[in-house]
């Protein structure tokens, strides 16, 4: 049999856990403290892919072409779900483990601490001078007669008591003594801090599962309604389904810039954007005027609408070489600089007997000049107009492959204006008309108007994470600056009767205001029994 080399004693091999104890086991190791922030570490570690690498349900377009420019590393990355991080099924496996190890860490807390409240303070050791803060009052003999030891232990209750302790009245063997402790508090806090954590995950899972957020360009003049078709972009919760969304509608009236026209190093830069809108909360309420401006978003049935982005969406018609209207209404432009010079696309698919297309910018306030070279030269609309190259032949949108709508791909298309052309650039005024070479058709630009960038939010656990961070932040200081403390007190009596008072402090954990604790009490309890002039404090000594 083998032997301990240091004991010289035979060893016992130790039985085996079996099927239960393993599981036991297992649940004793994940419900641990030490476990769950282990697991909540790795949680945020295991989010920072999400940061790195696109992902499909807020970019689609990028993942995609993340795939195209790496054929080797992309696909791999995609068996991970590197690009799904946060729906993908080894994420989702470290946010429950996370969730059952706070469930598991925070029963038993809560049943101890239940057990904890119901029962008396600790009972009063034998000697209290071994303890931390010891302090030893005297009375005085002369007036010692005038208080016994009942009335000092009754009194030193009422003190304790006022002082927030819980205070317990003992008698051993004939000693009469006061055991106190406050401080339980402090353990509630505790266990609403994790309980506010376990919640906080909670909601971010019902907000991930329910929730939803979409982008939707209004040009002035448009209603958004809340539909699923109305949006440019969607993404969805996981459990979302479409016959949730609420039947609301924006509709964009004006929309107004206010530029810095005074200050000399910040001229022509933005002070203040608002959108008049007019909503309709459902199909029969009434109609109602609102502002919306940045960082104050309208809220409407539950989903918030903030303004993200604004810019210039020209007006023009398109004709095509038959003399049809292919094509006729606002084309969004994107802004490129502080001035609003933008970028346009127009695609025309359906122009006869050839597709056009047409690339090029908006010139808010044009300043061109000789070689036809223009700038802008405010960001104001004072005098618009477009410069365009345009082009014929196939745009590729019969293929059925998805594309940006901000990006024209020449590949397949013949050029028919552009500066390095015979015919030349498009140069349109407002109001103007241009005919393109060879009978192509013309373009007209027939207004100028304003679009808004809106962001629709939905997070039905949002308002419960509020709430929770708001209690785990209570929590956190309730346990953090609430003292445990024991207080022990017990008279002193020989056979002369009594001769003073004896009381310690100890405290669970650390507290450095522990030996102010015990001043007070030595003060009030000076200026509460007839004391001698001089006591004994051995606080310091034990400290």
Not at 158 to 178: E, N, P, Q, T
Not at 317 to 333: C, L, N, Q, R
Not at 451 to 457: E, H, M, P, R, T
Request: glycine letters at 8%; charged letters at 20%.
């Amino acid at each position: 049999m083998a032997k301990n080399k240091r004991t010289k004693k035979p060893l016992t091999d130790a039985p085996a856990l079996g099927f239960v104890g393993s599981l036991r086991w297992i649940w004793t190791q994940l419900t641990s403290m030490p476990t769950a922030l282990f697991l909540l570490l790795l949680l945020a570690v295991a989010a920072v892919p999400g940061s790195i690498f696109p992902q499909r349900r807020v970019n689609p377009e990028l993942v995609t072409q993340y795939l195209t420019d790496n054929p080797v590393s992309g696909p791999w990355l995609d068996r991970f779900q590197l690009f799904d991080v946060y729906s993908s099924a080894w994420f989702s496996a470290i946010y429950l483990l996370l969730f059952i190890s706070l469930v598991g860490c925070i029963i038993p807390r809560i049943k101890k601490h239940a057990i904890a409240l119901r029962s008396k303070p600790p009972r009063t050791p034998t000697k209290l001078e071994r303890l931390p803060q010891y302090t030893r009052l005297e009375l005085d003999p002369v007036q010692a007669t005038a208080i016994t030891a009942e009335q000092l232990v009754s009194e030193g209750q009422r003190i304790l008591r006022k002082r927030g302790y819980r205070v317990d009245r003992r008698d051993d063997a004939g000693v009469l003594s006061v055991s106190a402790e406050r401080g339980y508090v402090r353990e509630i806090g505790n266990i609403v801090f994790h309980t506010s954590l376990l919640g906080i995950l909670l909601s971010m899972a019902i907000g991930g599962a329910f929730g939803y957020s979409g982008q939707r360009i209004v040009v002035e003049g448009e209603t958004f309604v809340n539909s699923l078709v109305s949006y440019d972009s969607f993404s969805p919760g996981t459990n979302f389904d479409a016959k949730n969304l609420e039947p609301y509608s924006v509709g964009l009236d004006k929309f107004d810039i206010t530029f810095d026209r005074e200050s000399e190093t910040h001229f022509g830069q933005p002070l203040d954007f608002t959108a008049h809108v007019t909503t309709r909360r459902s199909p029969d309420a009434e109609a109602q005027q609102e502002d919306l401006k940045v960082n104050h978003p309208l809220r409407i049935n539950g989903a918030d609408v903030y303004l993200v982005g604004n810019g210039y969406a020209p007006v023009v018609t398109v004709k095509d070489g038959e003399g049809k209207v292919a094509f006729s209404g606002p084309v969004v432009s994107t802004p490129q600089d502080s001035v609003y010079t933008s970028v346009m696309v127009l695609k025309v698919p359906d122009a006869n007997p050839e597709q056009l297309g047409f690339t090029g910018f908006l010139l808010p306030t044009a300043l061109v000049d000789e070689t036809g070279f223009g700038i802008s030269g405010d960001p104001n609309a004072i005098n618009p107009q477009l410069h365009l190259n345009s082009y014929y032949g196939d745009l590729g949108l019969d293929e059925g492959k998805p594309q940006n709508v901000y990006v024209l791909d020449t590949d397949k298309l013949t050029e028919l204006n552009s500066r390095s052309q015979d015919a030349g650039g498009i140069i349109l005024e407002a109001g103007q008309t241009y005919e393109l070479p060879d009978g192509k058709g013309s373009i007209s630009f027939d207004d100028l108007k304003r679009f808004v960038a809106l962001d629709v939010n939905y997070d039905p656990g949002k308002a419960p994470i509020a709430v929770c961070s708001f209690l785990a932040l209570a929590g956190l200081a309730i346990s953090l600056f609430t003292p445990r403390r024991r207080v022990w007190l017990r008279p002193i009596t020989d056979e002369q009767g009594l001769r003073g008072v004896e009381f310690a402090l100890l405290a669970r954990g650390e507290d450095p205001r522990l030996q102010r604790e015990a001043a007070e009490l030595s003060k009030i309890f000076h200026n509460t029994w007839p004391l001698a002039e001089k006591s004994k404090d051995l606080g310091e000594v034990n400290a």
